[in-house]
C-alpha cells in the first residue's frame, strides 16, 4: 500500500476518520491527497466552491477581506473540520476567502460529489450537520469575543487553538499574518506577544511560534477557549 493509500484508509482528518466504515469505503474513490502551499487560495469570495478539503495538519484561515484590503478572520480549519462548508448548505458561493497559513496536506473531494453524498443522508450528513453548529459557535463565540476581550487574551486563545489542531506546541506563524486574522494593528499584536513572551509563555523567532507553558497560556486566554472546544467535542466526540 503507498504512503497516498494509507492516508486515504487512515485519515488523520477526524471528520473523516469519525465517518462510519461502510461509509467511508462509499467516499474514498472520490478522495486525493494533496499537498497545500503557504497561502494557496482555495476558495475566492464570490466564485464557485469546486472542491472541499479535509486538512490533515494544514491550518486554513476563512477570512472576510473589506473594500479597503482589511482582513478578519471568521474561522479557522485545521484536522477538526473541512473547508467549503457552504456547498452542503444549498449554495457553493460565500462571501469569504479560505487561505491556508500552516502548509502541509489535506484530503480533497469533488463539491458536487460530497454534496450527492450528503443529501443521501445517513451518518455523513449527521456528522457534517454537528460540525456546522461547532463552526456556529465558534463564529459566535469570536464575535462577543472580538468585542469584550483584550488583544493578549484573543492572542492567547487564538495560539492554544492552532496549537491544539495542529497537536503541536511550535508553528509557523507571523506577526502580520496575526494581526490580519485577528483585526488589529501589528503592532498591537507585537505587545501583546512581548508580553506573553516575558512571561515565559511563547517564544517568537523568525516567523516561528514555540508555545513553552501551555497551562499559563491556557489561563491567560479568555473562556472562549473552552467553550468552544467543549463544543467541538460534546457536538464531534472529540
Not at 493509500?5 to 462509499?26: G, V
Not at 459566535?140 to 495542529?166: D, F
Not at 505587545?191 to 517564544?203: D, H, K, Q, V, Y
Request: glycine content about 6%.
Amino acid at each position: 500500500m503507498s504512503l497516498s493509500e494509507h492516508t486515504l484508509e487512515q485519515p488523520e482528518n477526524k471528520l473523516l476518520a469519525a465517518i462510519p466504515a461502510s461509509e467511508y469505503q462509499r467516499l474514498v474513490p472520490h478522495l486525493k491527497l494533496v499537498s497545500l502551499s503557504n497561502q494557496q487560495i482555495l476558495y475566492e469570495a464570490g466564485e464557485p466552491i469546486t472542491h472541499v478539503y479535509f486538512p490533515q495538519k494544514t491550518v486554513v484561515s476563512i477570512v472576510t477581506i473589506m473594500e479597503d484590503g482589511s482582513t478578519v478572520e471568521a474561522g479557522l480549519v485545521s484536522n477538526e473540520g473541512m473547508v467549503g462548508v457552504p456547498v452542503i448548505l444549498g449554495n457553493n458561493v460565500t462571501i469569504t476567502t479560505a487561505s491556508v497559513q500552516v502548509p502541509d496536506s489535506a484530503i480533497r473531494m469533488d463539491a458536487n460529489v460530497l454534496k450527492s453524498e450528503f443529501n443521501r443522508g445517513g451518518a455523513l450528513q449527521n456528522l457534517l450537520l454537528r460540525y456546522v453548529q461547532a463552526v456556529y459557535t465558534e463564529i459566535a463565540q469570536g464575535a462577543a469575543c472580538n468585542r469584550l476581550h483584550t488583544i493578549e487574551e484573543r492572542l492567547a486563545r487564538w495560539l492554544m487553538t492552532v496549537s491544539k489542531r495542529l497537536e503541536s506546541e511550535d508553528f509557523p506563524l507571523t506577526q502580520e499574518f496575526i494581526s490580519q486574522m485577528l483585526g488589529v494593528r501589528r503592532a498591537s499584536v507585537t505587545e501583546a506577544a512581548n508580553t506573553l513572551s516575558r512571561a515565559g509563555m511563547i517564544s517568537y523567532h523568525r516567523g516561528y511560534i514555540n508555545i513553552l507553558n501551555q497551562e499559563a497560556l491556557e489561563k491567560t486566554s479568555c473562556e472562549c477557549y473552552q467553550v468552544i472546544q467543549d463544543e467541538f467535542a460534546r457536538l464531534l466526540k472529540q
